[in-house]
C-alpha cells in the first residue's frame, strides 16, 4: 500500500515569456499620414509559493512535476497592450524548505498561512514602437521582443512544525501514547518499525488550551548516516520546541539509550541540542514502585523525567504537565531576556539625558524607580490641569 504522506517533491517550474510590442503604423482614410502607433507586449505570469494551512503532505504535488505559468500576449494596432500571462501559485504546507534542486541552493522557507513568495518572475513584455518615436525619427518601424521566459528545478521538503517531538526506538511506544493524548490514530502493532510516516496530533490541555505533538519512525544507531528511516525522518523534529526522548521501562540501560539517541540526534544537526529536552520513561505499568526509584537515580540529574505507561493510563497528566511547564519556560525565557534589553536601553536613555543636564549646568541626578514603586497614573486627578508653557 502506497503511503499518502509525501515531503520531498522535485519540481520543474517554468515563468511566462513576455509579449513582443507592435510596430504597427496608424492608417485611417482621414489621416494621410498616422503616425506609430504599436501597443506594448504583456509581461509572463510569475510563479509563487503560498502556504496553505489546509495541506500538510506534497501529496497533492506528487504527480505534478511541472508548473508553467502562461505567456504575455503582444501588442496591437492603437497602443493596445497584450494581456499579461497568467500566474501559477503553487500551494505547500506550512514548514516547507525550498532549494536550488541543481545548486543545492536555499532557496526560502513557507512556515506561515497565506505567505506568499516569488518562486520565479515572468519576463516583461517589450515595448512597441510608439515609445520609440522622436522628433527626428517620427516613424519607427521597430519594436522590443518581449524578456524570454525563466525555468528552475527547485525542491520541495516538508518540515513539521509542531510544539513537541517525540524521539526514541523502534516500538518504543510513541504511538501509543499520541493515540492515548489526542484524537490521532497511528498504526500501533507489536513489532518495531510499525509507523512509517510522521504522525501529529493535537494534545488538550487544561484551560482549553492545547499543543501539537509530532511522532516520527523510530530511530535506531546510525540514523545520522542513513541506516533505517531515522535519516530522511529526523528534519521532522528540527523545528520542534521540545523533545520528548522516549525509552522503555523494561530497556537493560535507559541512560545508555538515552545517550544514543541524544548523539544520533547531536550528529544530524547540532543545532537541536539547543532544544528543551524530556525523558519519558514508558511501560511502567511492568514496574514497581521501588524498581522507578532505583532506576531514577541513574538517570540524567539536569534532565527532567517521568515514569508514564499508555495503556494503563499512568503518569500521562504529570508528562502533560511537565511538558506545557517547559514549553512556558522557553516562552518565559524569552519575554526575560526582551524585558532585560528594554531595561539596558532605558538605562542608556537615562545616562544620555544626564549628560545633557550636565552640558547644560543642572547637576541634578535622575532618580530610577522600580517597577514596584511606579504609581499607578490612573489614579492622579491632577493629569489635566498641566499647562504648557511656550519657549522662544
Known sequence: MESNFVDYVKICCRSGKGGRGSAHMHRAKY????????????????VYL????????LLHLRFERHVFAGHGGNGGKSRSTGHDGEDRYIDVPCGTV???AETGEYICDVSEDGQVVMLLKGGRGGLGNWNFRTSTNQAPRYAQPGEPMRERTVIL????????GLVGFPNAGKSTLLSSLSSARPKIANYPFTTM????GIVSYRDNQSFVMADIPGIIEGASEGRGLGLRFLRHIERNSLLLFMVPGDTDDIRKEYE???????TFNPDMMDKQRVLAITKCDLLDDELMEMLSHDLPEDL?????SAVANRGLTELKDLLWASLNSESNKLEAITNQERIVHRNKDIANLQEELAAM??????EILDEDEVEDFDDIEEIDDFEYEEVD
Open 197 to 200: 510516516e510522521p504522525s501529529l
Open 361 to 366: 549646568g543642572e547637576d541634578e541626578d535622575i
Open 157 to 164: 521538503e516538508l518540515k513539521l512544525l509542531a510544539d513537541v
Open 31 to 46: 489621416i494621410a499620414n498616422g503616425g506609430p502607433d504599436g501597443g506594448d507586449g504583456g509581461r509572463g505570469g510569475h
Open 304 to 308: 527532567p523525567h517521568v515514569f508514564i
Open 98 to 100: 525550498v532549494y536550488d
Open 50 to 57: 503560498r502556504g496553505n494551512h489546509n495541506y500538510w503532505t
Open 260 to 266: 544514543i539517541l541524544l548523539n544520533e540526534v547531536r
